[in-house]
C-alpha cells in the first residue's frame, strides 16, 4: 500500500518512490510494536520530514527536489487519508452495535 501511495499517478516511477516509501513504513507507528520501527531498532524518534525553507543561493537542482518533495507529501496526505476512509467504510460494514446490561454472559 505504501509504495501504491507513492505511485499512484506514476505506476512507472516506483523504483524513485522506493526510498521514500521505505522511509513512510520505518517511521509510521506499529500498533505490535507500540512505537515506529525505527524507534524499535535505533531507540529514538525518526527525523521528521518537514518543510524546507528554499534559498535563493540554493542549487537550482536542489530547490527542484524539495518543492517535488512537498508536492509529493501534499499528494500523500491526500491519499492516505482517502485510503484510511475507505478502510473504515469496510470495516464500518461488519460492525454491529452491542449494548450490555449487568448480569449478562
Request: hydrophobic share 40%; glycine share 4%.
Amino acid at each position: 500500500m505504501y509504495l501504491r501511495c507513492f505511485t499512484y499517478e506514476h505506476p512507472k516511477g516506483w523504483m524513485k518512490a522506493l526510498p521514500l516509501a521505505e522511509f513512510w513504513y520505518n517511521t509510521a507507528y506499529h500498533l505490535s510494536l507500540g512505537m515506529t520501527p525505527f524507534k524499535a531498532l535505533y531507540g529514538r524518534d525518526p527525523p521528521a520530514l518537514t518543510r524546507q525553507p528554499y534559498s535563493i543561493e540554493d542549487p537550482a537542482k536542489v530547490r527542484e527536489q524539495l518543492a517535488n518533495r512537498d508536492t509529493l507529501l501534499a499528494k500523500l496526505k491526500v491519499i492516505l487519508t482517502r485510503a484510511q476512509q475507505v478502510m473504515k467504510r469496510q470495516a464500518d460494514k461488519k460492525r454491529v452495535e452491542v449494548s450490555f446490561q449487568i448480569g449478562d454472559e
